[in-house]
């Protein structure tokens, strides 16, 4: 069972897997930052100066040692504009890729057209031979 489970571990779907969860959640952390320390400073200056984190509307206000009962749609903003701008950030990133992986097949196509006319003149030249 512990060979099985080594031979699972190490193979390179599990590893690139785990690559890419850890590349993930830097990712994650950067856009994060990227919006509540860029982004969100420059809405909140075009609204007016408002803080989405902090809006809420207080259902029941706090009663001696008893937190306040909030509604808390600030929270929920910021984490909707999170939201889109890692979906949107990783769209433009697998973008990105496609379009390399695209020029690099075009050169493999380019080499392949090149190696063609080659072989089509040697095919004529083989034909011309055998009349």
């Known amino acids: 069972m512990l060979k099985e489970f080594k031979e699972f571990a190490v193979k390179g779907n599990v590893i690139d897997l785990a690559v890419g969860v850890v590349i993930g959640g830097a990712f994650g952390k950067i856009v994060t930052s990227m919006v509540n320390d860029i982004i969100m400073p420059l809405v909140g200056a075009i609204t007016g100066g408002i803080n989405f984190t902090y809006l809420k509307i207080v259902i029941k206000g706090a009663q001696g040692s008893v937190p306040a009962v909030t509604l808390n749609y600030g929270s929920f ?12 950030s990783i ?9 390399l992986k695209r ?16 072989v089509l003149l040697l095919r004529e030249i083989r034909d011309l031979l055998k009349k």
């Open 91 to 99: 769209f433009l990133f697998i973008k990105l890729i496609n379009k």
């Open 77 to 88: 903003i910021q984490n909707v504009v999170d939201f889109l701008i890692v979906s949107f």
């Open 103 to 118: 020029e690099k097949k075009a050169e493999i196509a380019e080499a392949e057209a090149k190696l063609s006319e080659e």
